[in-house]
């Protein structure tokens, strides 16, 4: 765990909720001293009280943590907003429908920011019978790969992973693809938009 609540956050969360520091502390079990000296830095809450703390303030053990409160607001389920979180330590890639807290290996995951693809990354897009043939043109050593692939419509995310030593291509279905992804282990995420960048 790379952070612990923060009395700062505790208060904010407490006083959104229009709650006293007596208030909380009565839902929770503890006293209503223990909720000020939280609040004040003298102390933190028993690692056992999270999940209940948590559940006060309307939010997640992680978002509690975190000291954020996210509020995903993709209420369509529109898939092209889709965010990509890769795990630093394990390697793990995670994708959401929209905004989220993500961790992983005790770490808070930030999302990837997509750049467009550069000579070094460029993705290529051919369009075969119903599918497209995308491809990097990449180093795939281990500590310097294409990591994974990826096609997102707006209503489905298709996803490969890829492995060092392997070849830095997939196949996606063309169904209503809005970008194609590929992820870079040493310099991040990128993004093409097939409409306007694939070649038959």
Same mark, same amino acid.
């Given at each position: ?5 923060? $009395?700062?956050?505790?208060?904010? %969360?407490?006083?959104?909720? !229009? ?10 079990? +503890? ?5 000020? !000296?939280? &609040? ?7 690692? #056992?009280?999270?999940?209940? %703390?948590?559940?006060?303030? $309307?939010?997640? @053990?992680? &978002? %509690? ?23 630093? @330590? ?8 929209? &905004?989220? %807290?993500? #961790? ?11 750049? #467009? ?16 043939? +995308? /491809? @990097? ?18 209503? #489905? @995310?298709?996803? +490969? !992973?890829?492995?060092? &030593? ?10 209503? +693809? ?14 093409? /938009?097939? $409409?306007?960048? /694939?070649?038959?």
């Amino acid at each position: 765990m790379d952070r612990y609540v923060t $009395g700062a956050a505790i208060r904010r %969360l407490r006083e959104r909720k !229009k709650m006293t520091q007596e208030e909380l502390a009565e839902k929770i079990f +503890v006293s209503g001293k223990a909720v000020s !000296k939280w &609040e004040t830095g003298q102390g933190f809450p028993d690692i #056992s009280l999270l999940e209940p %703390l948590a559940g006060v303030l $309307g939010i997640s @053990v992680i &978002e %509690l943590l975190s000291g954020e409160d996210i509020r995903n607001v993709n209420r369509s389920s529109d898939m092209a907003r889709s965010r990509f979180y890769v795990c630093p @330590v394990c390697g793990n890639a995670i994708c959401s429908a929209g &905004e989220a %807290l993500v #961790s992983c290996c005790g770490i808070t995951l930030p999302a990837l920011e997509p750049e #467009s693809a550069d000579a070094d990354h460029a993705i290529g897009a051919r369009i075969s019978e119903n599918e497209y043939y +995308v /491809s @990097v043109d990449h180093p795939m050593s281990r500590e310097h790969h294409i990591s994974f692939l990826a096609a997102v419509s707006d209503h #489905s @995310v298709q996803f +490969v !992973k890829l492995y060092p &030593e392997g070849g830095a291509e997939a196949r996606f279905r063309i169904d209503r +693809v809005k970008y194609l992804y590929a992820y870079c282990n040493r310099h991040g995420l990128y993004r093409i /938009s097939p $409409g306007r960048d /694939s070649r038959e």
